[in-house]
């Protein structure tokens, strides 16, 4: 008997029709004898929906209220597919985050899970009912409903799992697993059947949407075995793994586009000790990722300093850096969100030198410019302008020989 964690994402709940079919699917899982504890995000769409709802009333909600109010599409979503499983003969039971606990900091819209205790899951388990939990949400030591960032419903399934010890974490999806580029932007991008927790960890943070990164990062630490799956039928799939499980290994495993980019330009500020420090610290109180940073070389003792941001949380940053930028006395603040990221990732990349330039190269025979650079032991990213973005993407995906023959 095997304990098997299921997720299933919005898509393969988007209706009444299709929560009765992700009911029929729980049961034979469990008829085989496993036990199951299944996670749902809320139904397709309905996430945006609330979202919009609350900034017709103003154009900034509060975090806290923003996350009460999306937190319910996943509550709603629960109780349906329990509803469901009742309906065909199975003892089930939902359970929002606060009912768990599933314990989270106080960064609303983005929080990360402190505890899960596990009693109320294996209570229910033992009593041979299947839990069916809201995903996506938590609750802070002082009772305010988080949501642990969009996408989040597969960190829950994960956190689950690792609690729980499962023997598996199954992420159900609109899609049959992992690819080596977007086949939205890239025909030729090939399905892959196994990828190691750091490079899938390394795509899911540049905007393959297929996993949360935190859902990977945990899977990782806690060593959940992990399994994307489609839930419309394609026998496909794509296995999460260590690094020495991987058979064969090509140097670059997949190539992506994040549109969710945007820089800010520091124009002249003195170069003296102390003064990245008093920049960035602002945006770190506010829990904005700051991701490549470059500080050109000084002229007269003044530089330029550039980062990236997400975009969403361009305005606030903005805000922040205007406010330093008087403080410290720099030119001129210019913000960007013409841009895109694209990388090229994979765990070749550290023992093959060569891989970056080979990526230049490809991009400046189509005529793109690199704006910013930015390397790790896993990936190469580069910052270029918004509308070369999908044209990179299949440029990169070429040039490493990831093109499907067929
Ligand atoms: N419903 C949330 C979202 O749309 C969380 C999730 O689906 O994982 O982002
Ligand atoms: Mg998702």
Known sequence: MALIIQKYG????????????????VALTKDKGNQVVVVVSAMNGQTDQLLNMATEITANP?????????ATGEQACAALLAIALESIGYKAKSFIGLQLPLVTDNVHTRARILDLPTAVLQQTINEDIIPVVAGFQGVTEDGSIT???RGGSDTTAVSIAAALKADRCEIYTDV???YTADPNICPRSRHLEIISYLEMLELAGLGAKVLHARAVELAQKYQVPLVVRSSTGSERQTWIVNEEDLMENAIIKGV?????VSKISLIRVL????????ILSP???AAINVDMI???ASIDGFADFTFTIPTTDLDKASKLINEVASEIGALEVLADNNIVKVSAVGIGIKTNPGIAAHMFKSLSSENINIEMISTSEYRISCVIEEKYGELAVRAIHKTFNLDNSK
Do not use: F, M, W
């Not at 992506?256 to 969710?260: I, P, V, W």
């Open 271 to 278: 170069d003296r000790p102390g003064i990245a420090y008093k």
């Open 294 to 296: 470059i500080q050109n």
């Open 283 to 285: 945006l770190a109180d």
């Open 176 to 178: 049959d697993g992992v």
């Open 62 to 70: 509060s975090e806290r209220e923003q996350d009460a109010l999306v």
């Open 256 to 260: 992506t586009l994040e549109k969710n």
């Open 10 to 25: 919005g898509t393969s709940v988007a209706t009444v029709d299709h929560i009765q079919r992700v009911a029929i699917k």
């Open 147 to 149: 949501t642990l960032g």
